[in-house]
């Protein structure tokens, strides 16, 4: 398993993910952009040509916002999620950014113990953030760092 930054090639396999993962995915001319805005960056894992999962953010003026993060379910509790949060962290830092903020479904237990593993910790609510089913969002958060 390898982690490289998202391209083109990728799009396709990633949106498959979204429509797998997320009752509100992304759908490929959604992800394309990515690709091009100076304020984005992604990463995927994979295994050969197979895309096993993947994360994106946003950075303004030194902060970033985690946009997504999901693994395959062929490939979960195998560590790449964590590695990819990881290599994001890093490479984020190495750029200059100092703060990581995401928001996760209030019910996502995995994902919340993950985040805790990875040392971020709660900074409020988002009543009703998402729709499909309605649901609040937890926001956490995590300073950047070597």
């Known amino acids: 398993m390898k982690i490289v930054e998202m391209n083109r090639g990728h799009v396709p396999q990633v949106a498959s993910l979204e429509k797998r993962c997320f ?4 759908p490929e001319a959604a992800l394309l952009p990515e690709l091009e805005n100076p304020l984005s960056y992604w990463l995927v894992a994979v295994e050969g040509e197979r895309v096993a999962g993947y994360i994106g953010s946003q950075s303004v003026l030194g902060e970033s ?24 962290m890093a490479d984020l830092y190495a ?11 209030a019910s996502n237990e995995a994902a919340i113990a993950l985040y805790a593993r990875l040392g971020f910790t709660r900074a409020g609510i988002r009543k009703g953030y998402y729709l ?8 956490y958060t995590r300073e950047l760092c070597e």
């Open 23 to 26: 009752p509100d995915p992304w």
């Open 65 to 88: 916002d985690m946009m997504n993060l999901a693994v395959a379910p062929e490939f979960r509790r195998q560590g790449i999620g964590r590695a990819l949060a990881d290599r994001l």
């Open 132 to 139: 499909h089913p309605r649901e609040d969002a937890y926001i």
């Open 95 to 105: 750029r200059g950014n100092k703060k990581l903020t995401l928001e996760v479904r």
